[in-house]
């Protein structure tokens, strides 16, 4: 129990991380290029800093950081996800945006801060329906993420069919055993979908 306590404290941790991706669609709406080369600029800090990890190379503060983005059994490999999740982000900016409209690029990124995010710590804390065609996701945590997405598309778009199709491909996309690649597939699934249903 008390090991099971502690990955769920790690979870939410590695999760709150997670959800600050949420940020980037305000900040684009300030300055787009700032942002492209803010999510750019962090990749890369954070690939250079998770090779020094690698190699037991500490830098203060920055590396407790990086090891809190490490799950215990990647300790020892190179950890994608914060990289994944950054590219996820910024090809949505630059796929689904453009100077005077985020709206699919924001529901994209908050598809992948949100949906994602609180489909992890669901399926962690009271996944307990696994069958087989999850490929050992969980009812639960996929139906969060479903009910996550189509409440913050919903809220950005205002539009329900919008925001049910977002919520349907998001949900099915974090139930597929992709791994930290769920990170750049979803945002770009559920921004392509949305962005032809805009200009449909």
């Given at each position: 129990?008390?090991?099971?306590?502690?990955?769920?404290?790690?979870?939410?941790?590695?999760?709150?991380?997670?959800?600050?991706?949420?940020?980037?669609?305000?900040?684009?709406?300030?300055?787009?290029?700032?942002?492209?080369?803010?999510?750019?600029?962090?990749?890369?800090?954070?690939?250079?800093?998770?090779?020094?990890?690698?190699?037991?190379?500490?830098?203060?503060?920055?590396?407790?950081?990086?090891?809190?983005?490490?799950?215990?059994?990647?300790?020892?490999?190179?950890?994608?996800?914060?990289?994944?999740?950054?590219?996820?982000?910024?090809?949505?900016?630059?796929?689904?945006?453009?100077?005077?409209?985020?709206?699919?690029?924001?529901?994209?990124?908050?598809?992948?801060?949100?949906?994602?995010?609180?489909?992890?710590?669901?399926g962690k804390a009271i996944g307990r329906l696994r069958p087989r065609f999850l490929f050992g996701k969980s009812v639960e945590g996929t139906l969060v993420c479903f009910i996550v997405v189509l409440i913050t598309s919903s809220l950005v778009s205002k539009n329900i069919y919008i925001s049910v199709i977002a919520a349907i491909?998001?949900?099915?996309?974090?139930?597929?055993?992709?791994?930290?690649?769920?990170?750049?597939?979803?945002?770009?699934?559920?921004?392509?979908?949305?962005?032809?249903?805009?200009?449909?």
């Amino acid at each position: 129990m008390l090991m099971y306590s502690s990955e769920i404290k790690a979870e939410i941790i590695r999760k709150s991380i997670h959800c600050l991706i949420a940020l980037v669609p305000f900040m684009a709406s300030v300055n787009r290029k700032f942002t492209l080369i803010f999510l750019i600029a962090g990749i890369l800090v954070y690939t250079f800093m998770e090779l020094l990890r690698l190699k037991s190379i500490r830098v203060p503060l920055i590396s407790a950081l990086t090891a809190l983005a490490a799950r215990s059994q990647n300790a020892l490999r190179f950890e994608m996800g914060p990289v994944t999740l950054g590219l996820g982000a910024l090809l949505s900016l630059l796929f689904y945006s453009s100077r005077d409209n985020f709206q699919a690029a924001s529901i994209a990124i908050f598809a992948l801060a949100f949906g994602d995010g609180f489909a992890g710590l669901a399926g962690k804390a009271i996944g307990r329906l696994r069958p087989r065609f999850l490929f050992g996701k969980s009812v639960e945590g996929t139906l969060v993420c479903f009910i996550v997405v189509l409440i913050t598309s919903s809220l950005v778009s205002k539009n329900i069919y919008i925001s049910v199709i977002a919520a349907i491909i998001a949900a099915l996309v974090e139930a597929l055993p992709l791994g930290d690649f769920d990170n750049l597939v979803l945002p770009l699934a559920v921004g392509f979908a949305v962005q032809w249903m805009l200009g449909a």
